[in-house]
T-cell receptor
Framework: DTEVTQTPKHLVMGMTNKKSLKCEQHMGHRAMYWYKQKAKKPPELMFVYSYEKLSINESVPSRFSPECPNSSLLNLHLHALQPEDSALYLC?????????????FGQGTRLTVV | DAKTTQPPSMDCAEGRAANLPCNHSTISGNEYVYWYRQIHSQGPQYIIHGLKNNETNEMASLIITEDRKSSTLILPHATLRDTAVYYCIAISGRSGGGADGLTFGKGTHLIIQP
């Protein structure tokens, strides 16, 4: 099972809300990733977890807070977001170190901040 | 990781071979060439990757020039479902095999015409 499941598929939140995005997979992983994708733009890397430890934070604002509670789960906690944070948020996993391995992506959560 | 350059868009007739070029003239010896595609509003999907030799799988073929400065992704019999943005990515692992994530460029929007 190579599936990466992201929930919810769609989320609308106000600027004062706190919400969380969830990413789940059951293949085990070497690394898990969060990406942000604005309309008509390529995905941009936000965070990398390697063996459940945060290894890369691409200068993401603190209103985005990642968490990796176990080898199957990755969360992205959202607080005090701005309308410009509206985007498709993608989760991915790899089973071995890059390069020479493929990354599996979820279908994303489409977030709208109002 | 080496910068890659792709045409912004291409058309191809259904049933014909789609040949998508990618230039990576500054690629180093340990960098792999990866291809992913993203169908509208879905997560990116792995297609194929290679280092030096040409590669083929059930989805596509990857032709890498001998000097490794460019490559071509070939979809042998394009269908309407192959309409997507295709990303060519060059990646090497950092020393120690760290989990770095994929850096996406702008890609090529391939449109399959009926």
């Amino acid at each position: 099972d190579t599936e990466v499941t992201q929930t919810p598929k769609h989320l609308v939140m106000g600027m004062t809300n706190k919400k969380s995005l969830k990413c789940e997979q059951h293949m085990g992983h070497r690394a898990m990733y969060w990406y942000k994708q604005k309309a008509k733009k390529p995905p941009e890397l936000m965070f990398v977890y390697s063996y459940e430890k945060l290894s890369i934070n691409e200068s993401v604002p603190s209103r985005f807070s990642p968490e990796c509670p176990n080898s199957s789960l990755l969360n992205l906690h959202l607080h005090a977001l701005q309308p410009e944070d509206s985007a498709l948020y993608l989760c991915a996993r790899t089973g071995a170190p890059l390069p020479n391995t493929e990354a599996f992506f979820g279908q994303g959560t489409r977030l709208t901040v109002v | 990781d080496a910068k890659t350059t792709q045409p912004p868009s291409m058309d191809c007739a259904e049933g014909r071979a789609a040949n998508l070029p990618c230039n990576h003239s500054t690629i180093s010896g340990n960098e792999y060439v990866y291809w992913y595609r993203q169908i509208h509003s879905q997560g990116p999907q792995y297609i194929i990757h290679g280092l030096k030799n040409n590669e083929t799988n059930e989805m596509a073929s990857l032709i890498i020039t001998e000097d490794r400065k460019s490559s071509t992704l070939i979809l042998p019999h394009a269908t309407l479902r192959d309409t997507a943005v295709y990303y060519c990515i060059a990646i090497s692992g950092r020393s120690g095999g760290g989990a770095d994530g994929l850096t996406f460029g702008k890609g090529t929007h391939l449109i399959i015409q009926p």
